[in-house]
């Protein structure tokens, strides 16, 4: 792959693509569930790097990823999400492709088991940056995109959980980000280009009709060729307020490295509205991270084949992609 430097126009080789970084959520995740979201990600990263080497675009990759992690009921997207105050499943999910600043997402979706490919339907096939509601249901419908049972979207842990926070006193954001599963991926494929895409069953025991950051561009992820692409997790009131990933590739362009932008951001939203969570980052020549202020996030990034993961700050397991979960 030929990278030409927009600052001297000097060609550079670069050897790191294709990469494709995932996460599952910030938060902490029950010791009983931590295995199985552990090897969920991993799953989910490897499908996402496949579709790379096999010449996939980098957004049909993260399209996958994130479409897997729908299907899991591990993860608060799609059929593991959470419920809002009257028992009901209400998902956003948004998409942005680097090389042209397309993006497409949806809100306040019932009854869609991949809220991510209408997101990405939304891009495709529509002039408009997201629907919600009635409105998207009404766009899945004329696409063929089948409407699923309620019931199917409902595990007995989310029921679980928004039971217990009905209680008077309950407290659901603190107890939402003790048990967080918002799911993300941000890939470069093999010709440079950059995607991302975050999807999220939004926040614990929420308003009927509550919109978090996942479907909002800059907030719940951002993808610009130019500069890196971002997709977040944690507190969505918080992360909008700051335009967290849009903050992370903000420092970005000011130098610094993926790492310490993410850091930078993450510490900035702590210490400005008290929110904590997690960003997984790409910039233009292929490096990576994957960093939170909450407990634990859930991450895995595939690249030169090999598999790299983690659920702790500081933990980082690798292995090879040829090796089996």
Same mark, same amino acid.
């Given at each position: 792959?030929? !990278?030409?430097?927009?600052?001297?126009?000097?060609?550079?080789?670069?050897? =790191?693509?294709?990469?494709?970084?995932?996460?599952?959520?910030?938060?902490?995740?029950?010791?009983?569930?931590?295995? &199985?979201?552990?090897?969920?990600?991993?799953?989910?990263?490897?499908?996402?790097?496949?579709?790379?080497?096999?010449?996939?675009?980098?957004?049909?990759?993260?399209?996958?990823?994130?479409?897997? !992690?729908?299907?899991?009921?591990?993860? #608060?997207?799609?059929?593991?999400?959470?419920? %809002?105050?009257?028992?009901?499943?209400?998902?956003?999910?948004?998409?942005?492709?680097?090389?042209? !600043?397309?993006?497409?997402?949806?809100?306040?979706?019932?009854?869609?088991? #991949?809220?991510?490919?209408?997101?990405?339907?939304?891009?495709?096939?529509?002039?408009?940056?997201?629907?919600?509601?009635?409105?998207? &249901?009404?766009?899945?419908?004329?696409?063929?995109?089948?409407?699923?049972?309620?019931?199917?979207?409902?595990?007995?842990?989310?029921?679980?959980?928004?039971? &217990?926070?009905? /209680?008077?006193?309950?407290?659901?954001?603190?107890?939402?980000? +003790?048990?967080?599963?918002?799911?993300?991926?941000? $890939?470069?494929?093999?010709?440079? %280009?950059?995607?991302?895409?975050?999807?999220?069953? +939004?926040?614990?025991?929420?308003?009927?009709?509550?919109?978090?950051?996942?479907?909002?561009?800059?907030?719940?992820?951002?993808?610009? #060729?130019? =500069?890196?692409?971002?997709?977040?997790?944690?507190?969505?009131?918080?992360? =909008?307020?700051?335009?967290?990933?849009?903050?992370? !590739?903000?420092? =970005?362009?000011?130098?610094?490295?993926?790492? $310490? /932008?993410?850091?930078?951001?993450?510490?900035?939203?702590?210490?400005?509205?008290?929110?904590? +969570?997690?960003?997984?980052?790409?910039?233009?020549?292929?490096?990576?991270?994957?960093?939170?202020?909450?407990?634990?996030?859930?991450?895995? /990034?595939?690249?030169?084949?090999?598999?790299?993961?983690?659920?702790?700050?500081?933990?980082?397991?690798?292995?090879?992609?040829?090796?089996?979960?």
């Amino acid at each position: 792959m030929l !990278l030409i430097n927009p600052n001297n126009w000097t060609p550079q080789v670069i050897d =790191m693509f294709p990469v494709v970084v995932v996460h599952g959520g910030a938060g902490h995740i029950p010791e009983d569930r931590s295995e &199985k979201s552990m090897s969920g990600v991993c799953s989910a990263t490897r499908a996402g790097y496949a579709v790379l080497c096999g010449g996939g675009s980098s957004m049909d990759a993260v399209v996958e990823v994130v479409s897997q !992690l729908e299907n899991s009921p591990f993860f #608060n997207a799609g059929c593991g999400s959470v419920l %809002n105050v009257r028992g009901e499943v209400e998902m956003d999910a948004m998409v942005m492709d680097g090389k042209t !600043l397309g993006s497409g997402a949806v809100s306040a979706v019932r009854n869609i088991a #991949n809220p991510i490919q209408l997101a990405r339907l939304v891009m495709d096939k529509t002039s408009h940056a997201c629907l919600t509601a009635e409105g998207a &249901k009404k766009f899945a419908l004329s696409e063929g995109v089948p409407e699923v049972p309620h019931e199917s979207l409902v595990t007995e842990y989310s029921r679980m959980r928004w039971t &217990k926070n009905l /209680a008077p006193g309950s407290n659901p954001v603190e107890y939402q980000m +003790g048990k967080m599963g918002t799911v993300g991926a941000v $890939a470069v494929d093999a010709e440079g %280009n950059m995607a991302c895409a975050t999807s999220t069953g +939004g926040m614990l025991n929420k308003m009927e009709g509550r919109v978090g950051d996942t479907a909002c561009v800059g907030s719940g992820g951002y993808a610009d #060729n130019l =500069m890196g692409a971002v997709s977040t997790t944690g507190h969505g009131e918080a992360i =909008m307020k700051v335009t967290l990933a849009r903050l992370v !590739l903000f420092h =970005m362009e000011q130098g610094q490295s993926v790492e $310490a /932008a993410s850091d930078l951001a993450l510490a900035y939203m702590g210490s400005r509205v008290g929110g904590m +969570g997690g960003v997984v980052t790409v910039d233009p020549q292929g490096h990576w991270a994957a960093r939170f202020s909450s407990r634990q996030m859930v991450w895995a /990034a595939a690249q030169k084949d090999t598999l790299h993961y983690g659920l702790y700050t500081g933990e980082h397991f690798t292995q090879s992609l040829g090796a089996p979960l």
